[in-house]
């Protein structure tokens, strides 16, 4: 079906792209769908009896923002992840050490003194997360009491 490694990444891109945003509509209909749901504000002169019968309506009401929160976020994480491997699909596909040859211009005859084989540029790799700088604590410290403080000395009684 798929004759090139190129094509399968960029369904497996698209589909994943998809799912995600798939999956923030699903939410923020559902999220909309809760928002737009009567509530009731429940008020008595007993505070222990208010509170027993509201406390079921604010776990359920906890557990759905929890889940909202929850698919949102998958949702917007497939979609970046989708985006991003639709985005890298041109780098993938020609690589870095080679470039597309131009059907217009040949390349030019070489001399035997310019055919020496030529090692192929390593090509330059950004670092994918920032360097971590550690500095480690000073050592012998001394600690002293602030300047504008007398020092506290025993006071010797005579006896």
């Known amino acids: 079906?798929?004759?090139?490694?190129?094509?399968?990444?960029?369904?497996?891109?698209?589909?994943?792209?998809?799912?995600?945003?798939?999956?923030?509509?699903?939410?923020?209909?559902?999220?909309?769908?809760?928002?737009?749901?009567?509530?009731?504000?429940?008020?008595?002169?007993?505070?222990?009896?208010?509170?027993?019968?509201?406390?079921?309506?604010?776990?359920?009401?906890?557990?759905?923002?929890?889940y909202l929160g929850i698919m949102g976020w998958m949702g917007s994480l497939l979609t970046i992840r989708g985006i991003t491997i639709i985005a890298h699909l041109q780098e993938t596909s020609i690589p870095a050490t080679q470039k597309p040859k131009s059907k217009q211009q040949p390349e030019p005859q070489k001399t035997e003194t310019e055919k020496q084989p030529v090692e192929p540029a390593k090509p330059v790799l950004k670092p994918s997360e920032p360097q971590l700088l550690v500095i480690p604590p000073r050592e012998n410290l001394e600690i002293t009491s602030p300047p504008n403080q007398p020092e506290k000395k025993e006071s010797q009684t005579v006896s």
Request: charged share 10%.
């Open 1 to 66: 079906m798929f004759k090139q490694l190129r094509d399968k990444v960029a369904l497996s891109g698209i589909t994943i792209l998809a799912i995600g945003v798939a999956l923030l509509i699903f939410t923020f209909a559902s999220a909309y769908g809760f928002l737009t749901q009567s509530l009731s504000i429940i008020g008595s002169g007993d505070l222990t009896r208010t509170i027993g019968e509201a406390l079921p309506s604010i776990i359920a009401t906890g557990i759905r923002i929890a």
